[in-house]
């Protein structure tokens, strides 16, 4: 089955839910532009043989509707996906009296979050194929790479489905909930399967889609270089250590990345003001703290000692500033 047929059938499930990438539509956009070249651009060669120009670089047909139309519907995507996901990993979190309302008022359990929680990372997935593959016909169709220009600009506006944290919390939560072995439903022929594995003992988390189409999150903090510990995500979508972030962008755990200066940069990719939109991977924590738990301990054990000292030194610090001294 083409993916377009696939896709069309997939999201005619969630069409009032969920928004989706006009795919058909986008198509419709570079079948039309290519058909209004071909009829103004065609020409004889000195033989008598037609031959038809291809889409320019620089194509107003395109360039004006095609990368406008796509880059509101990665934004719609992105957006409902962040919400719903944000709102599902808070009815599992939920603690006290708030966790006991929520789920008595919208009788939730395992089977029905963990359902949803596999739907949400469909969902991310397939949209991210079909912006893949709408950008390489787009390419094909201009001999250009203008597809993958606009594929960085995206990730740069963090509108690349693929680079949202709230992805990488879901299939943690997908393994939280399966290792309880909660019931569920037969998974959807789309959906394979999430899990973390450990290639000479550094962890991934990895999910698995129709047509092997795989996702891979790397779990190692490239600023200590060992297994996140309290992981964090930034608005870039990178992850580290939250000890490690705060170190970075020079503030202590006391005051939190949210009082970093918009002027630090991400130790990765360089990008700036990426601490203010920082998330702390729960879920994560809470499946790396089970898989990892002798590293965790350890790691627990020496990060209280230096969280102390860097709260006596922040403290002592204010009762002077008080004290005038």
Excluded at 31 to 38: A, G, H, L, S, T
Aim: overall charge neutral.
């Amino acid at each position: 089955m083409k993916f377009c047929k696939t896709y069309q059938e997939y999201m005619q499930n969630w069409e009032r839910e969920f928004p989706g990438v006009g795919f058909k539509n986008l198509k419709k956009i570079l079948k039309n532009c290519r058909q209004d070249i071909d009829s103004h651009n065609s020409h004889n060669d000195e033989n008598g043989h037609i031959i038809s120009s291809n889409c320019p670089h620089q194509c107003s047909v395109c360039d004006g509707t095609f990368f406008p139309s796509l880059l509101k519907e990665m934004s719609d995507v992105v957006g409902c996906f962040n919400e719903r996901a944000q709102k599902l990993l808070a009815l599992h979190l939920a603690t006290g009296f708030k966790k006991y309302y929520v789920w008595c008022k919208g009788k939730q359990n395992h089977k029905s979050l963990i359902e949803e929680g596999e739907d949400l990372v469909t969902y991310a997935m397939i949209n991210a194929i079909a912006v893949r593959k709408i950008l390489k016909k787009y390419d094909k169709v201009h001999y250009s790479k203008q597809g993958q220009a606009f594929k960085s600009r995206a990730q740069s506006m963090h509108i690349e489905i693929l680079q949202s944290p709230w992805l990488c919390e879901l299939m943690a939560f997908h393994i939280n909930l399966r290792d309880k072995k909660a019931k569920t439903r037969m998974g959807s022929y789309l959906f394979e399967d999430c899990s973390l594995k450990f290639t000479d003992g550094k962890p991934s988390l990895t999910c698995e889609l129709f047509d092997s189409v795989k996702v891979d999150l790397d779990l190692t903090c490239s600023i200590c270089l060992d297994t996140v510990f309290d992981p964090v995500a930034l608005s870039c979508g990178h992850i580290f250590c939250y000890m490690c972030a705060c170190n970075a962008s020079s503030v202590t755990i006391v005051d939190g990345l949210q009082a970093a200066s918009p002027k630090e940069k991400c130790p990765l990719c360089r990008e700036a003001g990426v601490y203010e939109g920082a998330l702390h991977l729960e879920e994560l924590n809470i499946l790396l703290s089970r898989r990892c738990h002798d590293y965790w301990e350890e790691r627990l054990q020496s990060e209280r000692a230096e969280r102390i000292k860097q709260a006596k030194e922040h403290w002592e610090f204010q009762c002077r500033v008080f004290m005038g001294v």
